[in-house]
Nanobody
Framework: VQLQASGGGLVQAGGSLRLSCAASGGSFRFDAMGWYRQAPGKQRELVARISSVGSTTYTDPVKGRFAISRDNVKNTVHLQMNSLKPEDTGVYYC??????????WGQGTLVTVSS
C-alpha cells in the first residue's frame, strides 16, 4: 500500500487547512491511521490517530483545533486543521500503525503557518 499526503501549503496564523491521505495498491480499512508532524529540527511526532472503527486521539497541543476522519470506502484519511499556529509548521505524514512498525514512510506534505 502506498500512502500519499496532500493539502499542505502556506497559511496565516488562525487559518485552516485540510490535509488528505489517499491509499493506492491496497486498503488500510483494517488499520489504525495517524497523522504525524515533523517540525524543523525536531523528531516526527504523532498528532492525531483514528482507529479502524473511528475512535480518535489527539496530542494535547492540537486538541479542539484538529479533527481526523477516515472514509474506508474511498480509502482516504483527512486532517482538518483549524486555528493554526506557527508552531503547527512542519511536514505532515499520514501512516498506518502497521507501516510505522516497520519504518515504512511515504512523502509528506509541508504546512507553513506564518505569524
Amino acid at each position: 500500500v502506498q500512502l500519499q499526503a496532500s493539502g499542505g501549503g502556506l497559511v496565516q496564523a488562525g487559518g485552516s487547512l485540510r490535509l488528505s491521505c489517499a491509499a493506492s495498491g491496497g486498503s488500510f480499512r483494517f488499520d489504525a491511521m495517524g497523522w504525524y508532524r515533523q517540525a524543523p529540527g525536531k523528531q516526527r511526532e504523532l498528532v492525531a490517530r483514528i482507529s479502524s472503527v473511528g475512535s480518535t486521539t489527539y496530542t494535547d497541543p492540537v486538541k479542539g483545533r484538529f479533527a481526523i476522519s477516515r472514509d474506508n470506502v474511498k480509502n482516504t484519511v483527512h486532517l482538518q486543521m483549524n486555528s493554526l499556529k506557527p508552531e503547527d509548521t512542519g511536514v505532515y505524514y499520514c501512516n498506518s500503525d502497521a507501516r510505522v512498525r516497520v519504518g515504512n514512510w511515504g512523502q509528506g506534505t509541508l504546512v507553513t503557518v506564518s505569524s
